[in-house]
Nanobody, 122 residues
Framework: QVQLVESGGGLVQPGGSLRLSCAASGFTLDYYAIGWFRQAPGKEREGVSCISSSDGSTYYADSVKGRFTISRDNAKNTVYLQMNSLKPDDTAVYFC???????????????WGQGTQVTVSS
């Protein structure tokens, strides 16, 4: 069964850090671009970061640039999103997705996880 499972979300104070994991089962992540998306209450889902399958190129939305880092561990079939200096505006459900094309176009992604809640609040 093809599946992506996110973990690592939770409640954190402003300025804190979290590391999200996206673990794949039923397929190998090596051959896929991986994207992280988020959806805040009342807002549309938006692309946060992505990493290519070929050369490891990365992209970050301006809102998270310098604070978030995406990485992949092909041996563990897992992609990570390290989130530092978190802000209340980062509060959202975070989703990972796997697809053939690198970018933030959601329709390019074939497999999606169920999401993990990140809440940044004091």
């Amino acid at each position: 069964q093809v599946q992506l499972v996110e973990s690592g979300g939770g409640l954190v104070q402003p300025g804190g850090s979290l590391r999200l994991s996206c673990a794949a089962s039923g397929f190998t992540l090596d051959y896929y671009a991986i994207g992280w998306f988020r959806q805040a209450p009342g807002k549309e889902r938006e692309g946060v970061s992505c990493i290519s399958s070929s050369d490891g190129s990365t992209y970050y939305a301006d809102s998270v640039k310098g604070r978030f880092t995406i990485s992949r561990d092909n041996a563990k079939n897992t992609v990570y999103l390290q989130m530092n200096s978190l802000k209340p505006d980062d509060t959202a459900v975070y989703f990972c997705a796997a697809g053939a094309f690198w970018g933030t176009t959601q329709s390019d992604y074939t497999y999606w996880g169920q999401g993990t809640q990140v809440t940044v609040s004091s």
